[in-house]
């Protein structure tokens, strides 16, 4: 087993999941399994409870881990599956000692930081870079593992401590870091400054651990005052973070990491590499998409769904523009507080060429969500609900087309008429962390006339990612029926609703489920593919021909393929 150690320098949030991601891709492409650890050092024990604001969005496993985004960037750029496990944070270490104590497993020792703490972040990594990642089963060759935040922090100290001990117990063939680091270029001067690298290096040196690369700019420098040759000062300077990995290989960093880690890699032409370098390279027109959600503020409280629309967007060749809308804006009382404000919000709504309704939780901005919905329903525009921004299209069509006024779901008012939305009998109100319905799970389509089914390959039932504690109230589900609002989706028992269609339009699609979780740059989450197609005119053209993407080719097909075979999202390419 090979282990590469990514630490960051200077400030946090420079890029070092990307760098992990592309340094993966490629040795992937040489072919190598490769599978990956996020180390994050803060004391939660998952990312469930996280305020999107305070670390972006939760990202959700096949098992139903609550894991940091980064883990997001692994699966999409490897093409991998991970559990909870491929994220460590101190909360886990500090619980799985403190529970070894109790037990008595350390036979009344003193339980200190060194050797215990640091001891257990070993033995967790080595146990996990062993679990099988790929469709194959085979156990990895290599282990990329992120430690989060930046060195120098106070509590990534047990960590460092514990990969400078790691270093000399796997032996320097099978270990080396990479440092990414950033080079200011102060304005006033318009010169690249090294010195912050230069001390976040020694930094790093003085707690036991040398970079074998380091990751930035002006490499002649860098080399002489951080003790490293010019060909392990790796430049990353691009436009999108899909050019990465081809970066990294025109620098030699295949070559680097066959010599220092003496990987058997053959020199020889890579497919893969070669698709990610078409998929950046092709793109035509534009096409707009208004997000409408609450935390429109920080772009990474949606960074899946961003990529799962750029994922879309590249398979048909277009730029895509994302109009990032505050539901907030949309209401009434905006107009009466900051009629600009409201004018604006309006004004990028009315001008998307499609609109997303992503998931969340709270009362807060729902009400302008429903706006969006109800215009969108009105002027037949493209529109994709995904998880409350489901829940909320059934809410919308409930008041305006079955005469519900009062229809709401009970986690928003709970004494409401018409409860069209409701709490699942499993959610525990007493604790927040892990209770909600997570993981993969099984969607059967009910019928053969749904776009939604067409777009996965006309398949009976698709596997995807929840994250949900609320459902649509399935007592209530035949009054919708009856006026065109159909349940095209449902659980395995027949008692949750998980996709919906609205007749007479050309894609208005909900999803209880988040498909953008398993969306990957060469294989596109279908509903999102199906309102990037909707946006730009082609999705009655797409579905005419017959054409889906093929699980087994990687292409567009215009023959039906076999609709007995299972898939989930993550088969299609």
């Known amino acids: 087993m090979k282990y590469i150690l990514v630490t960051g320098g200077v400030i946090s949030g420079i890029g070092k999941g990307i760098i992990a991601s592309s340094v993966g891709t490629i040795l992937k492409s040489q072919p190598v399994h490769v599978t990956a650890i996020k180390i994050d050092p803060y004391i939660n024990i998952d990312a469930g409870t ?11 496993l096949d098992d139903g881990g609550e894991v940091d985004l980064d883990l997001g960037n692994y699966e999409r750029f490897l093409d991998i599956r991970l559990t909870k496990d491929n994220n460590l944070t101190t909360g886990k270490i500090y619980q799985s000692v403190i529970n070894k104590e109790r037990r008595g497993d350390y036979l009344g020792k003193t339980v200190q930081v060194v050797p215990h703490i640091t001891d257990a972040i070993q033995e967790w990594v080595i146990r996990q870079a062993r679990v099988p990642v790929d469709d194959d089963d085979v156990e990895p060759q290599v282990c990329v593992i992120e430690l989060g935040g930046t060195v120098g922090d106070i509590e990534s100290m047990p960590f460092i401590e514990a990969f400078r001990q790691f270093q000399f117990k796997v032996k320097r063939e099978n270990f080396c870091n990479i ?27 003085g707690l036991g651990l040398s970079p074998d690369l380091v990751s930035q700019a002006v490499k002649e420098k860098i080399s002489m005052f951080c003790h490293v040759e010019p060909e392990q000062v790796i430049c990353v300077h691009v436009s999108s973070i899909y050019r990465v990995p081809l970066l990294l290989e025109d620098q030699g960093v295949v070559g680097y990491f066959c ?16 698709k990610w370098k078409e998929m950046s390279d092709r793109l035509t027109g534009c096409w707009s998409i208004a997000l409408v959600g609450k935390y429109t503020k920080f772009s990474d409280s949606y960074a899946s769904v961003i990529k799962a629309l750029e994922h879309s967007a590249l398979a048909i060749s277009h730029k895509l523009e994302v109009k990032y809308v505050d539901s907030a804006d949309l209401e009434a009382g905006t107009l009466q507080e900051e009629p600009v404000k409201y004018h604006e919000a309006w004004q990028k709504l009315c001008s998307a060429d499609g609109i997303l309704v ?40 409930a008041r305006n087309m079955l005469d519900w006024k009062d229809a709401n779901s009970t986690e928003f008012d709970p004494e409401t008429k018409y409860p069209v939305v409701i709490d699942m009998p499993e959610h525990n109100p007493g604790q927040m962390g892990g209770t909600m319905r997570l993981g993969k799970r099984r969607t059967i389509f009910k019928t053969k006339n749904s776009i939604l089914r067409k777009l996965y390959g006309d398949v009976d039932y698709v596997e995807e990612r929840h994250r ?20 095209v989706g449902q659980d395995v028992e027949g008692e949750r609703m998980e996709v919906i269609e609205l007749d007479d339009h050309l894609y208005f699609v909900g999803v209880q489920y988040h498909p953008e979780f398993t969306s990957r740059p060469i294989k596109p989450s279908p509903p999102y593919l199906g309102l990037l197609l909707a946006a730009a005119g082609r999705l009655p053209g797409h579905l005419q021909e017959g054409c889906w993407l093929s699980p087994r080719y990687g292409l567009m097909f215009s023959e039906r393929p076999d609709s007995s075979h299972p898939v989930s999202s993550r088969d299609f390419s």
């Open 259 to 274: 010599r220092r880690l003496n990987l058997p890699i053959e020199t020889r032409p890579r497919k893969m590499l070669a």
């Open 358 to 397: 992503p998931g969340g939780f709270g009362v807060r901005g729902t009400e302008g969500k429903i706006q969006a919905i109800s215009w969108a329903r009105k002027q037949k525009k493209p529109f994709l609900g995904v998880c409350l921004g489901m829940q909320l299209a059934v809410c919308e069509f």
């Open 179 to 205: 440092h990414v680091s950033l080079v200011p270029q102060p304005s006033a001067t318009g010169e690249q400054k090294t010195k912050p690298t230069q001390n976040s290096v020694r930094e790093l040196r």
């Open 50 to 60: 996280f305020s999107p604001y305070e670390h972006g969005e939760v990202f959700v």
């Open 468 to 487: 949900h504690r609320f459902e649509v109230n399935p007592e209530l589900k035949q009054h919708f029926e009856e006026k065109g609002f159909h349940f």
